[in-house]
């Protein structure tokens, strides 16, 4: 918790979260920041449940509180209504707020002849089995006719050569192509 605290402080969380529309109106055992920190939590321990994220999220509260608070965690039907109710937009705003090349010039292999060298990659990622996630980003096919157990998103980065901070992303449908999506990230 330290360490998200550090790099994502509260009080820009608060401030992406209101930009976004996503303030809570009344008072709720979940609120919007704490799910935005589990948003990054779930990439972080991204084989972990939805009650393991948010049981290192709330171990860290007790440890930050000296042991002297404990959390009771929430059902998993909570965690996900929550989840739903934050959305997307705040956490795509979190991280366009803190993502950023962190080379210097004394860095190795960050820099050649002036100007920061970087790398375009691009990935496809296994989402949740949804009817909402295969109409939107859609399924690869498979053997025979078949389709793909999942649905599937492609995103492509932008990461600093050197460092490898990815400091731009695209995330797109499975059916988007990795150039379409590059084409987003030129001008960072």
């Known amino acids: 918790m330290g360490v998200l605290t550090r ?8 401030e992406v979260i209101a930009g976004a529309g996503r303030t809570e109106q009344r008072h709720r055992s979940l609120p919007a920041r704490v ?61 366009e707020a803190v993502a950023a090349p962190i080379g210097t010039a004394a860095t190795p292999g960050v820099w050649l002849a002036g100007r920061r060298l970087v790398a375009v990659d691009g990935c496809c990622l296994d989402l949740a089995d949804t009817p909402v996630n295969e109409e939107w980003f859609g399924r690869p096919g498979a053997a025979k006719g078949e389709r793909a ?19 731009a992303a695209q995330v797109g449908a499975y059916r988007q192509s990795e150039s379409t999506l590059t084409r987003a990230l030129l001008g960072s």
């Open 7 to 14: 790099v994502f402080p509260p009080g820009l969380v608060d």
């Open 35 to 95: 799910m935005a920190y589990f948003c990054v939590g779930m990439a972080l321990y991204s084989e972990g449940s939805y009650e393991d994220v948010l049981g290192q999220l709330t171990d860290g509260l007790s440890w930050v509180s000296g042991w002297q608070e404990e959390y009771a965690p929430p059902s998993k039907s909570a965690i996900f209504q929550a989840r739903a109710r934050l959305g997307s937009g705040p956490v795509k705003a979190l991280f």
């Open 149 to 167: 157990a999942f649905p599937q998103a492609r995103v492509v980065a932008l990461a600093e050569c050197g460092t490898h901070a990815i400091f």
